[in-house]
Structure formats: C-alpha cells, structure tokens
C-alpha cells in the first residue's frame, strides 16, 4: 500500500473524531431531561409546546455561538497552520477542541453551553485546513478531489458512529456522560497524530518512487512571498469561499436539525424517537460517505478522459446541485422513508460537492497558502452558516421546517452559477 493512502487513513480518523464531537449535541437536542435542565425545569415538568418552542429558539441562538467562533477560528486556523506546520497546528486545534467537549458535560444553563460551543468551535475550525493542506502535500493534483473525498467521508463516519452510540448512552448513562466520553476520545485523536504524521520528505516510510510522483507537479521556480490578506485578493480564493457559502449552512443546518426534525415533524406519518435514531442516520450517512467518494472520483475520472480542470470539476459540481434540488419534497411528504431517502441523496450530493470544492485550494494554490485559503473560505461558509443557524430555531418553531428545505433545495445551483460568472475558467494563480 502507498504511504499516501495511510496519511489519508489518519485524516479520515481525524475528521470522524472531529464530527463524533460536534454532532453529540443534535442527539442530545433531543432528550426531554437536557431540555428540562437547560430551560431550569424540574425533572418532573411537563414540556409544553410554548416551552418546546422557547427551547428551540435558544438552541439556535447555542447553535450560531458556535459557528461565530467557527468562524473566527477559521481564519486563525488557517493563517497558524502556514505559520507553524500541519502537525504542530492541528495539534493545538484538537487539545482546544476535546477540553470543550469534555467541559459540555458540566454545564448548567444556555449561557454555560455557549460558551463551551463557542470554545468547540475554535478547536473544530483546525480539521479542515489541517487536512487539506496535507492533501496538497501528500497527493498530485489528479488525486486530490478523490482524497479529499476520503477524508471527507470522515464527516459521515463520525455522525454514523454518533447516531448508534450516543442515543444508548444518553438513555443509560445521561446526556453529560455522552459529552465527557467524547471528549476524551479526541486526544486518542491527538496521541495517534503526534505518533504518525510527518510531511513525505520527513517521512522514513515512503519509497522514493513514491516521493516523486507525490511531487510530480512541483515546478522548480521561487514563488512571490505575498502576506495573509493580499491572498484573498485572488478570484481563485473567492470561488472557494463562494462554494462554501452556499453549501456550508445547508450541511450545519443537516448536521444540528434532522434528529429533531425526524423527532417532531407533524407532517411525517410517524416520528422517530431517540432509541430509534440509529437505522435511519446510519442510511443517511452511509449514502453520505458514498458520494463523498464517488464524486471525488468522478472528477478524476473526467479529468482521466481528457477534460480540463474547469469543465471536470464544474461538471461534477452541477451533477451534486441538481442533486440537492429535489430536497423540497421532504419537508411536505408524510411518508418518513422518501423523506429519509431524499435527504441521503441530498447530503450525498453535498458530501460530493464538498470533496470538489476543497480539491480548489491544494490546486490553484501553492501548498504553503492552501490551508490559509481553506480557512478563508471556512471563514465564509460559517458566516453564512451563523445567519442561517441564529434563525432557524425561529423560523421552524413558527413555520416549520418547510422554509428550511426550500432554502436547500436552491442553493447549490445558486452557488454554481455565481461562482461561474465570477470565474468562467479555473486557472492556477501566478505567484
């Protein structure tokens, strides 16, 4: 086996860790003992629809904490990567990131919760720029979209892995157990890393037939030193950030809402309860991982066929949104099983359009700016993602979740089109 592909083994680990940590509190959401202890109720209060309702307002607000320091941390994220290394930043962002985790399970009120998430968010915002930048070290271009695909299929791993274990662990073991184990599971995360990262030219595992062909679109010329924010001059960088701003909230609003949408919609025929979360989100994310890889493949396989980088990535990118469109239909259906299978299909499309979307940076970059480049557009995407996320509890507590779905079902194609107007051809920068 090439070494590469084991470097992508431990960044698929890292992001499975990364959304195990996240994507506790969407189950959590769900459980009437942690909705009690949060609104100050007693554990024998009856939850009325008003109190419901109040609840799901504050959990957006807890929600867009989150992402603000997301956001934020994006940026730093990005910009500290280049600084210090790949290792030694996604080091800092997973210790930041399993403490806050650790600290969820000892909270009191809203305000204690977003403080914490907003600490989560800081720690989480190192993933990405972390493992895109060790894409473009690790892989050529022709791989990158297939690489990132693996690694993102991290994503659906880590909420698979959460919607089996944490609905039986909440139940047995309460809600704040659920948070403390997981915590801890990130600095596992943090012993694996330190152990087994290196950059291939560091590395004593690595063949030199490998090393070449790893470094077979470097070209042997001194690039213009420019500084952090003259980066984000370049249309390359915004294209990236584009993409990320229409799909991002879309993904958060998957990520923090469909357990309770599943839970409480009345328009489905039948609701799911926490015990029975497992089956379904299992489906969804398996399908999930499964486009995540196949469209990074696909892309490849156009590029192999002899399409240039524009018109294969593009091309891949329009298949993921026209993907996403039908997602409208499950906010109206009454049947749980086209619901559940219109959004696999919807968050498969996305997964696809997501391993594109990051193969941008490690392509039209130099590797010494793409994880400041990913942070960038991290940065975007989560901005758009907090303007969603702070309404959403308000907007599906007093419309449902129809408004939501339209929003998705639009917005990919949205993003293609604005991204193409901008940038009718992808072509690297000239440093």
């Given at each position: 086996?090439?070494?590469?592909?084991?470097?992508?083994?431990?960044?698929?680990?890292?992001?499975?860790?990364?959304?195990?940590?996240?994507?506790?509190?969407?189950?959590?959401?769900?459980?009437?003992?942690?909705?009690?202890?949060?609104?100050?109720?007693?554990?024998?209060?009856?939850?009325?629809?008003?109190?419901?309702?109040?609840?799901?307002?504050?959990?957006?607000?807890?929600?867009?904490?989150?992402?603000?320091?997301?956001?934020?941390?994006?940026?730093?994220?990005?910009?500290?990567?280049?600084?210090?290394?790949?290792?030694?930043?996604f080091s800092i962002g997973i210790i930041v990131w399993s403490i806050a985790g650790i600290l969820t399970g000892f909270v009191r009120s809203f305000f204690h919760l977003r403080l914490v998430r907003s600490l989560l968010g800081i720690g989480e915002s190192t993933n990405f720029p972390s493992?895109?930048?060790?894409?473009?070290?690790?892989?050529?271009?022709?791989?990158?979209?297939?690489?990132?695909?693996?690694?993102?299929?991290?994503?659906?791993?880590?909420?698979i892995i959460t919607a089996i274990t944490m609905p039986y662990i909440i139940l047995h073991y309460g809600w704040r157990t659920a948070f403390i184990a997981t915590g801890f599971l990130g600095?596992?995360?943090?012993?694996?890393?330190?152990?087994?990262?290196?950059?291939?030219?560091?590395?004593?595992k690595i063949s030199a037939q490998e090393l070449a062909y790893i470094t077979q679109d470097n070209q042997n010329i001194?690039?213009?030193?420019?500084?952090?924010?003259?980066?984000?001059?370049?249309?390359?960088?915004?294209?990236?950030?584009?993409?990320?701003?229409?799909?991002?909230?879309?993904?958060?609003?998957?990520?923090?809402?469909?357990?309770?949408?599943?839970?409480?919609?009345?328009?489905?025929?039948?609701?799911?309860?926490?015990?029975?979360?497992?089956l379904t989100f299992f489906i969804i994310y398996a399908v999930s991982d499964a486009g995540s890889i196949f469209f990074g493949w696909l892309a490849m396989q156009f590029i192999k066929k002899g399409f240039s980088e524009n018109r294969a990535r593009k091309t891949t990118l329009l298949i993921c949104a026209l993907c996403v469109t039908p997602i409208y239909l499950a906010s109206i259906t009454h049947n749980l099983y086209v619901a559940i299978a219109l959004i696999a299909l919807a968050t498969?499309?996305?997964?696809?359009?997501?391993?594109?979307?990051?193969?941008?940076?490690?392509?039209?970059?130099?590797?010494?700016?793409?994880?400041?480049?990913t942070g960038f557009g991290g940065t975007i995407g989560t901005l758009s993602g907090i303007i969603l996320a702070a309404s959403t509890g308000f907007i599906v507590a007093k419309f449902g979740y129809q408004p939501m779905f339209i929003i998705a079902?639009?917005?990919?194609?949205?993003?293609?089109?604005?991204?193409?107007?901008?940038?009718?051809?992808?072509?690297?920068?000239?440093?």
């Open positions: 086996m090439n070494h590469r592909w084991r470097i992508i083994a431990l960044l698929f680990f890292a992001t499975t860790v990364n959304y195990i940590d996240r994507q506790v509190m969407s189950f959590v959401m769900t459980d009437d003992n942690f909705k009690r202890e949060m609104l100050g109720l007693p554990s024998s209060a009856l939850l009325t629809p008003n109190l419901i309702a109040k609840f799901k307002e504050q959990m957006g607000l807890v929600d867009a904490a989150f992402k603000i320091l997301y956001a934020i941390g994006f940026l730093v994220a990005g910009w500290l990567i280049d600084k210090l290394g790949t290792k030694k930043g493992a895109i930048k060790t894409t473009s070290e690790w892989f050529p271009k022709k791989e990158r979209a297939f690489a990132s695909g693996v690694l993102n299929a991290g994503s659906n791993v880590g909420v600095f596992i995360l943090l012993i694996t890393w330190l152990i087994n990262y290196k950059k291939p030219q560091q590395s004593k001194t690039l213009q030193k420019i500084s952090f924010f003259k980066l984000f001059r370049y249309k390359q960088a915004w294209i990236f950030a584009i993409g990320k701003f229409f799909a991002d909230p879309i993904w958060f609003f998957f990520l923090t809402w469909l357990p309770t949408f599943f839970n409480d919609n009345k328009v489905l025929s039948q609701n799911l309860q926490l015990s029975s979360f497992g498969a499309a996305h997964q696809g359009w997501s391993a594109n979307m990051y193969a941008l940076p490690a392509n039209l970059f130099p590797s010494q700016y793409v994880a400041s480049v079902s639009c917005s990919y194609l949205t993003g293609l089109l604005v991204i193409h107007f901008i940038m009718p051809e992808f072509k690297p920068v000239a440093l």
